[in-house]
């Protein structure tokens, strides 16, 4: 296989190295530096009553609580993040496309995440049940030493029946 030379090559060499998610980490950081300019050039642009700088900040809040739920889908690597980047670029600005894109991107998960929690869980189960079984044991023991108790008291109230019969 011939490697690429030039800017694509180091691309291509650096998806490698680094593998897949960090590539969509890389466009998050992208598209959140390419917000940044924008916000730089709409405060430096437009006149206000705010400083430039006060403007700049506010944009920035905006522009990264707006753009939040993609963010955090390309950053997490989700299945989903196209999806999710539509829904929060032409629904966000209505608050419940928001919350949806937010929500989606919190709950969605790739199959390795769904399996390493599988198997947490089964880990769990095992541990329980090893628990369960220790449980089952004593209260066996204990039923175990209950029957003995309860043949002592018999015997010994068999005995006072006949010590109270002899007087």
Same mark, same amino acid.
């Given at each position: ?9 180091? #691309?291509?060499? #650096? #998806? ?7 590539? &969509? ?19 430096? =642009? $437009? *006149? ?16 990264? $609580? ?11 690597? %989700?299945? *989903?993040?196209?999806?999710? /980047?539509? $829904?929060?670029?032409?629904?966000? =600005? ?33 541990? *329980? %049940? ?14 175990? &030493? ?5 043949? *002592? #008291?018999? &015997?010994?109230?068999? /005995? ?5 019969? %002899?007087?």
């Amino acid at each position: 296989m011939i490697l690429p030379v030039g800017p694509d090559g180091i #691309q291509f060499m #650096q #998806q490698l190295i680094d593998g897949p998610s960090a590539y &969509y980490r890389h466009q998050a950081v992208k598209f959140a530096i390419f917000l940044l300019f924008v916000s730089a050039l709409v405060s430096f =642009f $437009i *006149h206000t009553s705010l400083p430039g700088w006060a403007l700049f900040a506010l944009l920035n809040m905006g522009f990264f $609580i707006y753009w939040a739920p993609t963010f955090y889908a390309a950053w997490m690597n %989700r299945p *989903h993040l196209a999806s999710i /980047m539509a $829904i929060n670029t032409f629904l966000g =600005f209505t608050g419940l496309g928001w919350v949806v894109a937010l929500t989606w991107a919190f709950l969605d998960s790739t199959a390795e995440e769904r399996q390493a929690g599988l198997n947490a869980l089964q880990t769990q189960l095992r541990d *329980h %049940r090893k628990e369960l079984d220790a449980c089952q044991k004593q209260i066996d023991e204990l039923r175990g &030493y209950i029957i003995l108790l309860n043949d *002592h #008291q018999t &015997y010994a109230n068999k /005995m006072i029946e006949s010590i109270s019969k %002899r007087k």
